[in-house]
């Protein structure tokens, strides 16, 4: 399976070009004898019923396996995702395709700068034939909540749909509405658009458990998208695609709970914690990971592990999932930006220096 970090090749999993994981290639390796206790394994079943997942979102979005990866970690997690990518890119498909082949709910606001509060969570309205208010659900009553281009929309609008994310419910008049289970949302922004846009203050990126990059295609995927369109392939079509629920909230609630019993040594959880603080004493930035990003690399980091077969988590978890889990919740020195450092070189940087525990 693709690591979630573009930027890392994990040797102890199958690569991108492999084929559509089976049996065989999810199969733990032959264990060593003679072996004392066998250790916990994640099931195979619910792993089969993710890799199936994948199968079915691979029939519409050719390609961006680490953000395909990146987002079933994130529901694993229950976590909410930043979703970066220039226009164009397979964002509302990718989000589509995955709501589809999970059987899960799906909704997609478009937040344009005169989007309101209400028009997100909803809003009480006045029904002349009972001459009562009644409570309107708005489209955050959903599983998959795809806000696109949350930059567009006035801080009013960002701070009602943050609230509902950390709530997981709506207060309207009062009176709280839970929001559906598994609640997600992943909100989208555009890398190159500035003007007259609203940036989520950093408090609230924190929120985000993933920044998940969407890139553009290398020559010969994209070469693939006009193939299958070429071949009659309708984006608004998916299950003329082919495109089946393979899987259901049921798998994921129990895929989660495997994820919850994945074990972290003391030395894997000072490691995590060692790479946090470290970004607090680079010279590059002015803020660095707060204890809540640490609290979310060893989330996303337990996921990685269990999607990789394993009920504990190794160094290179932390590692492979430090990028995606913490590039939004640093903040660059001006002076640092302006000599063209990033976060991620930044982190790069963090993770050379971090003593790794053996
Ligand atoms: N990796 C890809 N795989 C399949 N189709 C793609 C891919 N990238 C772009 N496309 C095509 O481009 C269209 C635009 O995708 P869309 O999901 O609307 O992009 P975005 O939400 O990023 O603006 C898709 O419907 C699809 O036809
Ligand atoms: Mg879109």
Redesign the pocket.
């Known amino acids: 399976m693709t690591p979630p970090d573009e930027n890392q090749q994990s040797p102890s999993v199958p690569g991108p070009s492999e084929p559509a994981a089976t049996a065989d290639t999810l199969a733990p390796a032959a264990p060593a004898p003679p072996a004392p206790p066998e250790p916990p394994q994640p099931s195979l079943e619910l792993r089969r019923a993710l890799a199936d997942v994948r199968t079915e979102v691979g029939k519409?979005?050719?390609?961006?396996d680490s953000a395909v990866t990146s987002l079933l970690i994130a529901l694993l997690c229950s976590g909410h995702v930043l979703l970066e990518?220039v226009?164009?890119?397979?964002?509302?498909?990718?989000v589509r395709t995955l709501a589809a082949s999970l059987d899960l709910d799906f909704k997609r606001v478009q937040f344009t700068p005169d989007l309101m509060p209400g028009d997100v969570t909803g809003s009480l309205v006045y029904d002349a034939r009972t001459a009562e208010f009644s409570f309107r659900q708005g489209p955050v009553f959903t599983n998959l909540l795809l806000a696109?281009e949350i930059n567009r929309t006035p801080p009013k609008t960002q701070a009602s749909l943050l609230e509902s994310m950390e709530e997981r419910q709506v207060s309207v008049d009062g009176e709280p509405r839970p929001l559906p289970a598994p609640f997600l949302v992943i909100a989208?922004q555009n890398p190159v658009e500035h003007e007259g846009t609203y940036p989520l203050p950093e408090a609230q990126l924190d929120r985000f458990l993933l920044k998940v990059l969407?890139p553009l295609?290398e020559r010969d995927?994209e070469v693939e998208?006009l193939a299958?369109?070429a071949g009659g392939?309708d984006?608004r079509d998916l299950g003329a695609a082919g495109v089946r629920a393979v899987a259901d909230p049921a798998v994921l609630a129990a895929a989660r709970a495997e994820v919850r019993q994945v074990e972290v040594s003391p030395e894997v959880l000072g490691y995590a914690v060692d790479v946090c603080r470290a970004t607090r004493q680079s010279p590059s930035l002015q803020l660095g990971v707060s204890p809540r990003g640490a609290t979310a690399l060893l989330a996303t980091a337990r996921a990685w592990a269990w999607l990789s077969g394993r009920m504990y988590v190794t160094p290179d978890d932390v590692k492979a999932l430090a990028h995606p889990t913490l590039r939004h919740r640093v903040q660059l020195r001006p002076e640092a930006e302006l000599e063209g450092v990033t976060a991620e070189s930044v982190l790069g940087t963090v993770l050379a220096a971090v003593p790794v525990p053996r």
């Open positions: 519409a979005v050719v390609g961006q990518g226009p164009g890119v397979a964002k509302t498909l990718l696109d989208t969407l295609p995927a998208v299958r369109h392939f984006p």
